[in-house]
Nanobody, 125 residues
Framework: QVQLVESGGGLVQAGGSLRLSCAAS????????LGWFRQAPGMEREFVAG????????YYADSVKGRFTISRDNAKNTVYLQMNSLKPEDTAVYYC??????????????????WGQGTQVTVSS
């Protein structure tokens, strides 16, 4: 069973940056498509970014395109989310997730098999 642990969240002013990390243990990390999702209070969990097994393909939600960058280091079993030009509307709990079943990046949280516990990101105006 894959275990995912996020870190790097915090409080930042609008326009600032944060880098989230998600470290995996157990399983074969390089065989998983990975995604970052977020959930604000009272809202559904939404897709933020995804990355293919090799890291060669990435996909972003329109709301973060050009500001966020997802990357992975398979040697370190870690996926990252670099968040720049943060806005108050980016405030949410951010989760990383692993899809162990297929090779394409999927947008629905229901398709992902394993989840981290989440890390809070708060952007003040």
């Amino acid at each position: 069973q894959v275990q995912l642990v996020e870190s790097g969240g915090g409080l930042v002013q609008a326009g600032g940056s944060l880098r989230l990390s998600c470290a995996a243990s157990r399983g074969t990390f390089s065989r998983y498509v990975l995604g970052w999702f977020r959930q604000a209070p009272g809202m559904e969990r939404e897709f933020v970014a995804g990355i293919s097994r090799s890291g060669g393909t990435t996909y972003y939600a329109d709301s973060v395109k050009g500001r966020f960058t997802i990357s992975r280091d398979n040697a370190k079993n870690t996926v990252y989310l670099q968040m720049n030009s943060l806005k108050p509307e980016d405030t949410a709990v951010y989760y990383c997730a692993a899809d162990t079943t297929i090779v394409t990046i999927r947008l629905s949280p229901n398709e992902y098999d394993y989840w981290g516990q989440g890390t809070q990101v708060t952007v003040s105006s």
